[in-house]
């Protein structure tokens, strides 16, 4: 049986995933209001948070903090993604596979950022993408 949450709906519901997001700069307060903004972005599974960042070695970049709370970044909002039935070791288990196609000395604020590994976990474990606001200047960057 999965693990449950106390966000989920109920038994067999599964385990709440949440995409919690951050302001990177102040000047989000503004550009959020046009549906843009510079986020952070971090995946909510089982009471913990995983994201990830940049490091000069070729080492996972993803890492593990307590929810809304990822150091360097303002909390912003939550978006409900859905439920997963993975347990918490399952879930565990998907992450160090997935961690290792995310090397600190890969990230690339354009081409694979936080918001990518993000919206990674969240197509293969509810089978929806990351809402597309989250990443919208990244994607606007590949173009320039």
Known sequence: MAAQNGGGGGAGAGAAVVLNV?????????????????????????????AFGAH???????????PKCCPGYVYRRSVWMGTTEMSRAEFRSFIQTLAGKYN?????????????????????????????????????????
């Open 56 to 66: 000069d070695l070729s080492t996972s970049g993803v890492f593990e903090v307590e």
């Open 104 to 144: 600190g000395n890969t990230y690339h604020l354009i081409s694979k950022n936080c918001n990518h590994f993000t919206d990674d976990v969240c197509k293969n474990i509810t089978k929806k993408p990351a809402p597309g606001w989250v990443n919208r200047l990244a994607r606007v960057g590949q173009y320039y």
């Open 22 to 50: 951050y302001d990177l700069t102040p000047i989000n307060d503004y550009l959020y209001w046009f549906g843009l903004g510079i986020f952070h972005s971090g995946i909510e599974v089982h009471g913990l948070e995983y």
